[in-house]
């Protein structure tokens, strides 16, 4: 079967031929439909982020998948039932954090993360998963199914932020999502049901297709060059909530000088090693006088894939449409992984329904 | 009557004589028994925290008051009922934050602060208040109601750090609080029935009375100079709550690689304008990764302080012996605001029961 993968000592991704799975017992064999890429699978490429599975000379890539079941294989699921598959995976015997529903809390050494990190991805024609681990998903998500994984992180971050100030009678009037990647306009998407008023921080020039998309769904664009986000307060007003998907170290710093009092920033990003001078004091004494929190999230379970199905079967059609700019077959694998100007979100597609 | 005040212009606290005040419809008249005396009142006298009451020559010290009802006027209270009164008032008309019943979560510019910022303090004979901020607490906590105040700060910043770790199984193995102070030594009380281990990070050589109190309780003490944040977790544990009452700028950083995964540190210092180098973009990965969180807490509301009343009855009976070390008249006022090696806890005694 076609599969697209990174070869060990390899710097982009082929197209590589490999046998089709068979699934163990407890699994179920998968027939890929689409499968997207973020800024991970291109940190994967470059050897930044996660690892090959041991012993392989290759790694599949591939982490934001939707499929048709193949063969149930003895599972509970039923043949041609539309699955979302989930990432993380014990990397032996499950662990507590595995055997409560949890897997997103586990600390990163003790989980493979397919696609990612020590396992292989879901871009090739068929995948094979503990049934356990795909998640049913409406008919409706055969295109748009590869939304679901990048939202269920959103479902997951918003989830423990929400917990944060549930203490209190929190007002939520103002939003900003930092960064109008993928992710972010995801989250803006799920934002405006949620704050009066919602802001994203880019800094690209229009005409733009995340800007249009942006006010598109009624938000405001913040060009970043213009306005560093530690002036939003200034130039827009302080922030209820503030959910970073820029991977920029200073921005989780800036955050805090973004939020309104008792408002929450929110961390997905991934820098590097940055290190650079803070205003520690201030930073420190505006968290406490403010009652104002950070609260770093990584990955998504079971639940918060369950509820990304919901979010975006309530957004409107042509969101999805806006956002996935770009469709691929597996042949083109080196357009796929270019970048272009007026790309959001790009898709490989194997198989269609 | 007595009072204890700072005046304009001068650098220490003075005893004084005043009129007793004569309560407006709604507030109750308290007979004082005692006031603590903690950090902010020395950076009020210093005069780099709160401020005076408009068109005041001085300021009364003292938020920490336990004190007696001399005359309900009218109010629900009765005469000799044992109460604390919060700090928080409104500058002029109640506030949203004031009418929910949270002014903990109000802006610092939008309210005064009894003793601190803008009203005179508890340190008389006699002081008046609304009745609706006088908290009734059982007569056990003649002597030792002073400690409702801090330890309502720190129900208030517990009930938000833990709120921040709600959306999933949180385990409370380790906890650490930073500064050996009255505050930290309160909080370590608290956490000592919540988490299999505790301890308390200070910079105090052997013998010292808060190292005893801190190993009466069962806790361990860390001496930052041999063992700083940092390196709590390589040599002893990486915790789950860590607990800022030290004030130092520093701390809130060091704290987050102190944390374990899913950690979370709660902030309650108010440090000056400190600014230097942090390793910011690694800081920033260890709380997306680890799914840490920080969360800023300041002042507490009146369920605070039924609380602290209740964790506090709790405690056994040498704990707050032990706590409070000094207890003064007001006319021995410069020994009480004087430094001592052995003091922990300060009191001063207007009257007894």
Not at 125 to 140: C, I, M, Q, R
Not at 256 to 270: E, F, H, S, W, Y
Request: net charge negative; with cysteine; aromatic share 8%.
């Amino acid at each position: 079967m076609k599969a697209i993968a990174v070869e060990r000592g390899d710097s982009r991704p082929r197209l590589i031929d490999k046998p089709r799975p068979d699934p163990d017992p407890g699994d179920a064999l998968v027939r890929t439909l689409r499968v997207g890429i973020d800024g991970t699978d291109f940190e994967v490429v470059e050897g930044t982020h996660g690892g090959f599975p041991a012993g392989s000379d290759h790694q599949v890539l591939g982490h934001e998948a939707v499929g048709v079941v193949e063969d149930p294989n003895g599972t509970d699921l039923e043949a041609g039932q539309l699955v979302v598959p989930t990432v993380r995976r014990p990397p032996g015997d499950a662990t507590e954090y595995f055997r409560r529903g949890e897997p997103d809390m586990a600390p990163p050494d003790e989980c493979l993360e397919r696609g990612i990190d020590g396992a292989h991805g879901y871009m090739a024609e068929y995948f094979t998963s503990p049934a356990g681990f795909l998640v049913p998903v409406p008919d409706a998500f055969a295109t748009t199914g590869v939304l679901i994984e990048p939202m269920s992180n959103t479902e997951k971050a918003l989830e423990h932020a929400y917990a944060s100030r549930s203490a209190f009678e929190w007002q939520r009037d103002a939003a900003l999502v930092l960064g109008n990647g993928p992710l972010g306009l995801l989250t803006l998407s799920r934002l405006q049901s949620e704050f009066d008023r919602t802001y994203c921080l880019g800094r690209r020039d229009r005409p733009d297709p995340t800007i249009d998309l942006i006010e598109r769904l009624g938000a405001t664009y913040v060009d970043s060059r213009e306005t560093p986000v530690a002036d939003v307060p200034a130039v827009y007003e302080p922030m209820d909530l503030i959910y970073e998907a820029t991977g920029y170290a200073r921005h989780a710093f800036e955050t805090i000088d973004a939020l309104d009092q008792n408002g929450v920033g929110v961390l997905l990003g991934l820098p590097g090693d940055d290190e650079f001078d803070v205003a520690g004091g201030r930073l420190h004494r505006k968290l406490v006088l403010g009652n104002r929190a950070l609260v770093g999230s990584v990955n998504s379970h079971i639940e918060h894939f369950e509820a990304a199905c919901e979010t975006l079967s309530a957004l409107p059609d042509w969101f999805g449409d806006e956002l996935i700019t770009d469709t691929f077959e597996p042949a083109a694998v080196d357009d796929a992984f270019s970048a272009a100007p007026d790309r959001i979100k790009t898709v490989i597609e194997f198989d269609s329904r």
